[in-house]
């Protein structure tokens, strides 16, 4: 008896502390080429979104852009102004690899997080050329709260 309730409070005690702060996240980035119709997919399918994304990475001519799908969460008790941005690096021209950030302000997330899409299409898509390598973070005014990156970042 006296055994199962030191496990009970021990238990109580660590769900506690787990629920008291939700950390900042960055949970998943899906870069997601645009066709020239601006659509990622043709259907609702996760199998036929894969597909056409590897029929668009084959063929550059006919893409338009490139989308970023970000999940992320905030930590809790949030003051500031938030931003997620999102990073590019491209094919070196010179000496020196293209540079390109997305910005755009968010709202807090809630527990479970939020899904958001910064996009890079048009001209400045054109101009840019091939993504090599991105960056996703999340800031609370100056303050960097969490990240993802790909491998080659």
Known sequence: MFRGSIILTIFCCLLAVSMEAVPARVMKVLPQFLDTNG???LSP???ERDAYQAYLREHPDKRS???FE???RNRTGVFG???LRVELRGIAEANLPRRLVLERNVEPSG???RWTSLVLDGEEYRQFG???AWRVTLWE???LLAEQKSFLW
Do not use: A, F
């Open 141 to 143: 005014d100056q303050e």
């Open 45 to 47: 399918s996760l199998y």
């Open 130 to 132: 091939e993504v090599t």
């Open 70 to 72: 970000v999940h992320w």
């Open 39 to 41: 659509v990622h997919t």
């Open 65 to 67: 852009g490139i989308r």
């Open 111 to 113: 527990r479970y997080g």
């Open 81 to 83: 102004k938030l931003q």
